[in-house]
């Protein structure tokens, strides 16, 4: 599944708090683990972001006969393996800077490690669609990450950008007397401010002006909410929001500690409070909270 130049420092996983975290051979503070508990939240955010889509993978106008495609940071793989098995004439690759992939896929995917904040691998005008998800909180550099998209896609060629804005936003008021997610909130903040890798994209408009900024046409924006919780009427809505309620119940822990104890080494006696707190206003169904997720594609002439 990996080319033999996967070395043993690869595999020299961090271990923090009883959890796993990526090689510190790499210059990317990643600030997630990549353990079994977060690659089945991983696996998770992919279910709810196709439900998201109306069961499709991309919005991007790809042709049906697509030939080269890939996948930063592909995490689980699971993106990759969906796209491999519905478009079996796709050679598809998917990217990280860990194998933790299933070593059962489809013949028409393999997995490469690479870190996308350096010089990728690939050779100039190659993928006829790059597909970028989830990044947020480990690029220093976002317009070099989209310079050496534009490098690597092919003319023609599309590239699909998909980040979260996690902050707890409500139509009605309802996150906003809750402490636990100014805490949230401030945890990012600080967190992504100290490390010099955002949170929040959207608030700079990140993904559309680095697509731009590196040469890219036809850019198209699409922002969607994502609600925490199934507390609205819309049945679509609901089935997401318990999808992503389950994401963050399923690891708040893995979402949260590096931040926490690593990085801003905030009281480690208020951790515990902290994502008992989370818990609770997250099943609570009278706090109307949703997250953003923003979507953008655009063209390589």
């Known amino acids: 599944m990996y080319p033999d130049s996967v070395t043993a420092s690869i595999l020299e996983y961090r271990t923090i708090q009883g959890r796993t975290y990526h090689s510190d051979r790499y210059a990317s503070e990643y600030v997630m683990p990549n353990d079994e508990q977060q ?4 696996d998770i955010s992919h279910h709810y972001l196709t439900i998201l889509l109306d069961n499709n993978l991309f919005l991007a ?11 930063v940071g592909t995490g689980s793989g699971i993106w990759a393996i969906d796209f491999a098995d519905a478009y079996p004439s796709a050679q598809v690759i998917g990217s990280d800077l860990s194998p933790t992939q299933p070593e059962w896929v489809p013949p028409n995917v393999h997995f490469e490690i ?25 690029v ?15 003319p023609g060629g599309w590239v699909q950008s998909c980040e979260a804005d996690i902050h707890f936003y409500s139509d009605d008021g309802t996150t906003d007397s809750e402490p636990a997610l100014q805490k949230w909130a ?16 959207q608030q700079e408009a990140l993904q559309e002006r680095s697509i731009t900024e590196a ?31 389950l994401t963050l ?13 690593n990085v801003l080494n ?11 707190a989370m818990r609770k206003v997250i099943g609570n169904r009278r706090v109307h909270g949703y997250m953003m997720v923003r979507y953008v594609y655009a063209r390589k002439p």
Not at 39 to 42: A, C, D, M, T, Y
Not at 186 to 201: I, M, P, Q, S, V
Not at 266 to 276: I, M
């Open 39 to 42: 690659l089945q939240s991983v």
């Open 61 to 71: 106008p790809i042709p049906p006969h697509v030939q080269r495609v890939l996948d």
């Open 114 to 138: 690479a870190d996308a904040t350096l010089t990728w691998p690939w050779k100039d005008n190659y993928f006829d669609f790059i597909h970028i998800r989830y990044l947020f909180g480990s």
């Open 140 to 154: 220093q550099d976002w317009p070099a990450l989209f310079q050496e998209a534009y490098r690597c896609c092919a």
């Open 186 to 201: 401030d945890l990012y903040e600080r967190g992504g401010a100290e490390t010099g890798r955002t949170f929040f994209l």
């Open 215 to 245: 040469g890219f046409t036809d850019v198209r924006i699409f922002d969607y909410k994502l609600p925490v919780g199934g507390w609205t009427n819309n049945r679509k809505l609901s089935e997401l929001g318990e999808y992503v309620r």
């Open 249 to 261: 119940e399923n690891d708040l822990e893995g979402y949260t500690l590096y931040l926490w104890h």
């Open 266 to 276: 905030w009281p480690r006696e208020e951790y515990p409070q902290f994502l008992a």
